[in-house]
C-alpha cells in the first residue's frame, strides 16, 4: 500500500480539511484530493464525506485510519533503522499528550531541551484531561502521554515517571498561610476544585476518602477547567485549592499565593507514562524517555 496516501488521507482525517492537510504535507491541494481519490479507488469505497461544512472519515474511514497510523509508524521505524542504525543522529517525529499538570510545567522545558539536543526531531505536544491523553494513546494517534493518574484502561501500560507533591494553596495573607491546618478548618473554607477528570482531583479525593471526608463535605464553591484558571481564582482570593507545587512555585516565591498544610493528608502523585499495549517504541520516543529520566 502506498504511505503517500495513507499519509494524505490520515493528515485530512486529523485536520478534516484538505487545504489544511496540504499545507501540513507541503504539497498542492489538488495533490492531496489525487491521493484521496486514488485510495478510494484501490479499495472500492468511500473514506471521505465531503457533504458537509467540514470533510469527516465515513466508517469506512474511520477504520482504515486506524490501521494507517500504525502502519506509518512502522514505516517511520524502518527509516530510521536504515538511515542511522542504534548510533546514528536522531530524526523524525515525536508525538506525545499530556495532562496539564505536568504538560504545562515540567515537559516543555524537557522538551524544549531535547529538541536542541536533537535538532532534525520535530516535536508536537498536545496537553488534554487525563483521560482524553489515555484514549489518545490507546488509539495510538499519540506515541506517549504523560498524565497525573492511572486510569484503567486495557489498550495502554503505566510506569512510573516522576512524583509531583500537591499542596494546599490560599490568597495571601489568608488564615491558613503557613499553618498545618485541621480538617474541620477545612471544611470552614470555600474550596475550589479541578474539574473531574482531572488527575489532581482524583488523587485529592482517594487522599480525602483516606482520612474519612468525601468532598461533599467541604464547601466546594468553584470546579474550574484547567490549572491555570484554578491559580488565578486562588490568587484573586476566591478560596483555597489544591494544586501541583510545580504549578505555583513562581507565585509562591513572590508572595502572590501562600502555602498550607493538612493534618493527616499528604497528598501526591505519582506522575506516569503511558505506551498503547504492544506498541514498540520508535528510537526517538525512547530517547526522549531516557533523556527525561536522567534530569527528574
Not at 482570593?237 to 502555602?259: K, M, N, Q
Given at each position: 500500500?502506498?504511505?503517500?496516501?495513507?499519509?494524505?488521507?490520515?493528515?485530512?482525517?486529523?485536520?478534516?480539511?484538505?487545504?489544511?492537510?496540504a499545507?501540513?504535507?507541503?504539497i498542492?491541494?489538488?495533490?492531496?484530493?489525487?491521493?484521496?481519490?486514488?485510495?478510494?479507488?484501490?479499495?472500492?469505497?468511500?473514506?471521505?464525506?465531503?457533504?458537509?461544512?467540514?470533510?469527516?472519515?465515513?466508517?469506512?474511514?474511520?477504520?482504515?485510519?486506524?490501521?494507517?497510523?500504525?502502519?506509518?509508524?512502522?514505516?517511520?521505524?524502518?527509516?530510521?533503522?536504515?538511515?542511522?542504525?542504534?548510533?546514528?543522529?536522531l530524526?523524525?517525529?515525536?508525538?506525545?499528550?499530556?495532562?496539564?499538570?505536568?504538560?504545562?510545567?515540567?515537559?516543555?522545558?524537557?522538551?524544549?531541551?531535547?529538541?536542541r539536543?536533537?535538532?532534525?526531531?520535530?516535536?508536537?505536544?498536545?496537553?488534554?484531561?487525563?483521560?482524553?491523553?489515555?484514549?489518545?494513546?490507546?488509539r495510538?494517534?499519540?506515541?506517549?502521554?504523560?498524565?497525573?493518574?492511572?486510569?484503567?484502561?486495557?489498550?495502554?501500560?503505566?510506569?512510573?515517571?516522576?512524583?509531583?507533591?500537591?499542596?494546599?494553596?490560599?490568597?495571601?495573607?489568608?488564615?491558613?498561610?503557613?499553618?498545618?491546618?485541621?480538617?474541620?478548618?477545612?471544611?470552614?473554607?470555600?474550596?475550589?476544585?479541578?474539574?473531574?477528570?482531572?488527575?489532581?482531583?482524583?488523587?485529592?479525593?482517594?487522599?480525602?476518602?483516606?482520612?474519612?471526608?468525601?468532598?461533599?463535605?467541604?464547601?466546594?464553591?468553584?470546579?474550574l477547567?484547567?490549572?491555570?484558571?484554578?491559580?488565578?481564582?486562588v490568587?484573586?482570593?476566591?478560596?483555597?485549592?489544591?494544586?501541583?507545587?510545580?504549578?505555583?512555585?513562581?507565585?509562591?516565591?513572590?508572595?502572590?499565593?501562600?502555602?498550607?498544610?493538612?493534618?493527616?493528608?499528604?497528598?501526591?502523585?505519582?506522575?506516569?507514562?503511558?505506551?498503547?499495549?504492544?506498541?514498540?517504541?520508535?528510537?526517538?520516543?525512547?530517547?526522549?524517555?531516557?533523556?527525561?529520566?536522567?534530569?527528574?
Amino acid at each position: 500500500m502506498d504511505t503517500r496516501q495513507l499519509a494524505a488521507f490520515c493528515a485530512v482525517v486529523e485536520r478534516r480539511s484538505f487545504s489544511q492537510a496540504a499545507e501540513a504535507l507541503g504539497i498542492s491541494q489538488p495533490a492531496v484530493s489525487l491521493q484521496i481519490r486514488s485510495l478510494e479507488e484501490r479499495l472500492g469505497t468511500q473514506l471521505i464525506d465531503r457533504s458537509g461544512r467540514r470533510v469527516e472519515p465515513t466508517e469506512a474511514g474511520s477504520r482504515l485510519y486506524r490501521g494507517a497510523q500504525r502502519l506509518l509508524v512502522l514505516e517511520e521505524q524502518v527509516l530510521e533503522d536504515v538511515a542511522g542504525g542504534e548510533d546514528g543522529p536522531l530524526h523524525g517525529r515525536l508525538e506525545l499528550g499530556a495532562s496539564s499538570g505536568p504538560g504545562e510545567t515540567v515537559l516543555p522545558v524537557l522538551l524544549g531541551e531535547f529538541q536542541r539536543a536533537h535538532p532534525d526531531v520535530h516535536v508536537a505536544l498536545a496537553v488534554h484531561d487525563t483521560q482524553t491523553i489515555v484514549d489518545l494513546v490507546a488509539r495510538r494517534e499519540l506515541e506517549l502521554g504523560v498524565v497525573g493518574a492511572a486510569r484503567r484502561h486495557r489498550g495502554v501500560t503505566f510506569e512510573p515517571f516522576f512524583r509531583d507533591e500537591l499542596i494546599l494553596v490560599c490568597p495571601p495573607g489568608h488564615p491558613f498561610e503557613g499553618r498545618t491546618v485541621s480538617l474541620d478548618e477545612l471544611r470552614g473554607e470555600p474550596l475550589i476544585l479541578m474539574q473531574e477528570g482531572a488527575g489532581v482531583r482524583q488523587v485529592i479525593e482517594d487522599e480525602l476518602r483516606r482520612a474519612g471526608v468525601r468532598l461533599r463535605d467541604l464547601d466546594v464553591r468553584l470546579e474550574l477547567g484547567v490549572k491555570e484558571s484554578v491559580r488565578i481564582a486562588v490568587r484573586e482570593g476566591f478560596g483555597v485549592a489544591f494544586i501541583s507545587r510545580t504549578s505555583v512555585e513562581a507565585d509562591l516565591a513572590e508572595g502572590a499565593v501562600g502555602e498550607a498544610r493538612v493534618e493527616s493528608l499528604e497528598p501526591a502523585r505519582e506522575i506516569s507514562l503511558v505506551r498503547a499495549t504492544g506498541r514498540s517504541p520508535t528510537r526517538v520516543a525512547q530517547a526522549f524517555v531516557e533523556f527525561a529520566r536522567e534530569r527528574l
